[in-house]
């Protein structure tokens, strides 16, 4: 991990700082469900709702990534966690995901979680998916056309999982 990067729990005033970051990366609606227009109201009561736990990655006193845990179904589902992640495209090859990624791993199975599951990897988002097998995770399943490529149209997404 980069001895540089600070990881910690998001707090309110952190909003301006994640907003600009989901901004810029649902804007191109090519690793996101969320649609590329999506105002900052919906996306920062998604991001930052009180039933999951928001992180953000910092350089410098900088935000440059933000990652969020959560149950991935409720009640007998729920020892499964789901997260995302989210990085500044201007600190991209810094480490950052991998950083965020281990993390978040600890920090799941400190809360209590016994695998991590991610119900949509995006098929052409080849470097999450090389970041997550690096990090142990498995497809364990296709979905065919289940992401609207903002370029490629209708291409499959992932599941990936793995235990903590």
Known sequence: MNPKIHIRQASSGDADQLWDIIRQVIAGGDT???APDSNREKMLAYWMDP???????????SIIGTFIIKDNFPDLG?????????????AAGQGVGTAMGEYSLEEAKQLGYLAMQF??????????IRLWKKLGFEIKGEIPGAFQHAELGMVNSYVMWRAL
């Open 78 to 90: 729920s020892h499964i966690a789901n997260a995302s992640f989210m990085t500044a495209p201007t």
């Open 119 to 128: 119900n949509i990897v995006v098929s052409t988002n080849e470097r999450a």
């Open 32 to 34: 996101y469900v969320f």
């Open 51 to 61: 039933a999951v736990h928001t992180y953000v990655a910092l350089i410098d006193q």
